[in-house]
């Protein structure tokens, strides 16, 4: 609408009056009310950015000792993988019964929370708590955020309407063979914020 | 005392000038070459010459050096983008240093410094060139002395102080438009649109409309996840000063309402404006940061982000096209809801019919209505996902005449709307035509209906070709409306005084013609010798014939 037929109001004084400055207050004060909220939302953010860090601490460990973990000697013997058997050799009978059980994932990640440099890592969300992994994020329950999620990528016959599958990986699950995984990272509202793909 | 009113009769009325289409710019090649090169390039009163295209890129090269400056601070943007980052602070300082030199070279020519001992001199001496200099000065600084690359980037910013050379001559003339104005109606020069606000009433809607942009360019980027996994810190500032923005502006808006017309009671003038659908929208445009950050330890209120694109919606204020839209559809509203009517009733019916002959032969596709109302919408409207299709004979018979009905069925609203917008088109264009023919009422346009006329054309985005077919039609009914006049009773023309000076000119020019066409021997020796006309009768007669 034009304002060229606005009613004329008598001009009272050109300077601001009490209600002006009324105004002008409420500006500013309006504006520190965005600055808070902008640096509260900037800190949540900020956690976010630290569980991502985390995330990616983890996954230049787990990149790194993904050669590693088949060779005799690997450091964190939890997440070692079993080498394969040369080819055409046969397994003694004697041998297959002194094999001790299978590493699995529930126990690998565990030990690279307490024996790898990764226990120094904190969940940026809920202070004091060290950093955890979960199965998946959920955002019904706010209190995963900040975990850690690696999830096995499975890929689908050429052809398929979707190229991988996407399912968790339950801590009972065997780790003697290289597999591709997902490593995401909750972030405040426990929603999945990816960090890498990769082969572990 | 009052300057006399130019005043233009239609005859003379171009269109081209009318609706200030491009002229070209009338500038002698037999000039000296620094004159010549002054009036192309920088003489802001030579219309038609390219000062204002140098200044507009000027000032599009400076927003564009803040936001280069701005990026440059995040690092998942900078590092990749290096090199395209240094070509463009390069080719920046070229043009900057372009434009100094240029303005160096040409201050002998400028009003503001011919009259001075040392034009040059007095140019370098002068508030906008000191800021020009300080714009390039920090580039070739770093050429020829180490300096430490964050004093550098601060220096930088002194590039944007360049945009003082176009906002302080709008200032000076909102000031000198609200000279005599309040706080609160200068507030509203600012917010609303009226004859008050000139050049910086634009700027403020074009810093608006570009906060608008990036903000909701910003929400699209953000559901891309690699762009935000490297820079969610910087969305979040990013929408922070939107929301400050916005949320000024808002204030503003509601706080000068009073100033608008039928707005007048503090509080329900204010309630009114808070009401107005333009303004709900600029307050839902800040609403989710609100909501998110009071809510946040509670609920997750993510999906309040999405409402942040209705920031978009704030670009359609002061849109004549969309004001047309609505008033269309407000118009056209009984036919359009008829329509809709009718194809609820379709729907119904054929999904009905759907799921009676379909149920048992597919029952997991057409379970119940409700999913045969989504099949009878699918093909209706002829798009036909194939999710769910019938497999009975009678069922596709069904088919086939549900999307021959669909067809006319879904098109109604679409033409109607398309024909009620050319009509309202064209109802308008006549209003204007109506407006113009009333304005000529005393023959003439004065500056100030020129004005009314321009803004009016642009409205209706006329063409210079459509003004100036509607010129000639105005000028055929002005013509036509001359020659009925003349078929009217003397007494009947006599009561209009405009009528009565036209008809009495129409006389005039005839008793002229008489004179031209008559033997005069023949007609004077006929008048006296029979004591036709009197002596103050043929004394007329002689007037008339010399004054014509």
């Known amino acids: 609408m034009s304002s060229a037929q606005a009613h004329p109001n008598p001009p009272v004084s050109t300077q601001p009056t009490g209600v002006d400055w009324l105004f002008l207050l409420s500006c500013v004060l309006a504006l520190a009310l965005v600055a808070w909220f902008g640096k509260m939302n900037y800190t949540q953010a900020n956690k976010t950015e630290t569980a991502k860090r985390n995330g990616e601490a983890v996954v230049t460990w787990m990149q ?120 995401s990272v909750c972030d405040k509202g426990a929603y999945a914020v990816k960090v890498a793909e990769f082969e572990f | 005392m009052e300057q006399p009113r130019k005043a233009i009769k239609i005859a003379d009325l171009d269109a081209a000038t009318l609706l200030g289409a491009e002229v070209e710019a009338n500038i002698s090649p037999d000039l000296p070459r620094r004159q010549w090169l002054y009036a192309w390039l920088l003489n802001p009163n030579i219309p038609g010459n390219y000062q204002k295209s140098v200044d507009k890129w000027i000032a599009i090269l400076i927003i564009a050096n803040l936001f280069t400056m701005v990026l440059e601070q995040v690092p998942a943007i900078f590092e990749p983008y290096k090199n395209w980052f240094h070509a463009f602070d390069v080719f920046s300082i070229i043009v900057f240093v372009i434009e100094y030199l240029t303005r160096f070279y040409l201050a002998p020519e400028d009003e503001e410094f011919k009259d001075k001992g040392n034009p040059r001199l007095a140019y370098m001496a002068s508030p906008f060139a000191i800021i020009d200099l300080l714009a390039i000065l920090p580039f070739f600084l770093q050429a020829f002395v180490p300096v430490d690359l964050r004093a550098l980037r601060f220096l930088r910013l002194l590039r944007i102080l360049k945009i003082f050379r176009i906002l302080l001559p709008a200032l000076k003339e909102f000031k000198a438009l609200n000279r005599e104005r309040t706080f609160r109606q200068k507030i509203h020069a600012l917010v609303f649109q009226s004859a008050y606000g000139g050049k910086l009433k634009e700027f403020f809607d074009t810093f608006i409309g570009v906060w608008v942009l990036i903000s909701v360019f910003a929400v699209v980027l953000e559901t891309v996840a690699s762009v935000s ?117 379709l729907i119904v019916l054929t999904a009905s019919l759907g799921y009676l002959v379909e149920h048992a032969a597919q029952p997991e596709k057409f379970e119940n209505i409700p999913t045969a109302i989504y099949w009878a919408v699918i093909t209706l409207a002829s798009v036909g996902y194939g999710d769910i299709s019938p497999v009975t004979p009678i069922g596709r018979a069904i088919t086939v005449v549900m999307s021959l009905l669909g067809i006319g069925i879904f098109a109604i609203p679409a033409g109607l709307l398309a024909s009620a917008f050319s009509d309202q088109l064209h109802k308008e ?46 000028q055929l009914e002005l013509e036509s409306a001359r020659k009925s006049l003349l078929q009217l009773p003397v007494n009947v023309i006599a009561q209009n005084s405009l009528h009565a000076v036209e008809h009495y000119k129409y006389l005039l020019n005839q008793i002229a013609q008489l004179g031209i066409y008559v033997d005069q021997s023949a007609f004077l020796e006929k008048a006296q010798s029979e004591d036709r006309l009197t002596v103050s009768e043929l004394e007329l007669w002689k007037r008339i014939l010399e004054h014509r």
């Open chain 2, 429 to 474: 264009r006549d209003a204007l035509k109506a407006s113009i023919l009333k304005m000529l009422g005393d023959g003439e346009l004065d500056e100030e209906e020129m004005a009314l006329l321009r803004s009016e054309a642009k409205r209706l985005h006329l063409t210079v070709e459509e003004m100036n077919s509607i010129l000639e039609v105005l």
């Open chain 1, 64 to 183: 790194e000792a993904t050669a590693g973990r088949f060779e005799p000697d690997f450091g964190v013997a939890a997440c070692a993988g079993t080498a394969p058997p040369p080819a055409g050799s046969v397994p003694s009978p004697d041998k297959a019964a002194t094999t001790k059980a299978p590493n699995t994932w529930g126990g690998c990640l565990d030990a690279i929370l307490l024996e790898s440099n990764m226990k120094a890592l904190d969940n940026p969300f809920r202070d004091g708590i060290s950093l955890d992994f979960a199965p998946a994020c959920n955002p019904d329950d706010r209190s995963l955020a900040g975990n850690i999620v690696i999830e096995k990528i499975t890929p689908t016959p050429p052809g398929s309407a979707i190229a991988t599958i996407i399912s968790p990986i339950t801590p009972d699950v065997v780790i003697d063979q290289k597999i591709q995984v997902r490593l």
């Open chain 2, 229 to 345: 996994y490297l820079i969610n810190i910087e969305f979040v500032i990013l929408d922070t000063i939107a929301v400050a923005i916005f949320t000024i502006e808002y204030m503003m808006r509601i706080y000068s309402a009073v100033e608008e017309p039928g707005h007048r009671n503090p509080l329900t003038g204010r309630v009114k404006q808070f009401t107005n659908p333009s303004t709900f929208i600029d307050f839902l445009a800040i609403l989710p940061f609100f909501l998110e950050a009071l809510l946040h330890h509670v609920l997750d209120l993510r999906f309040l982000r999405i409402f942040r694109l209705a920031r978009l919606l704030k670009l359609t204020r002061g849109s004549d096209a969309t004001a047309t839209l609505f008033k269309v559809i407000k118009r056209e509203w009984p036919v359009m809801s008829a329509a809709a009517f009718i194809m609820i009733l």
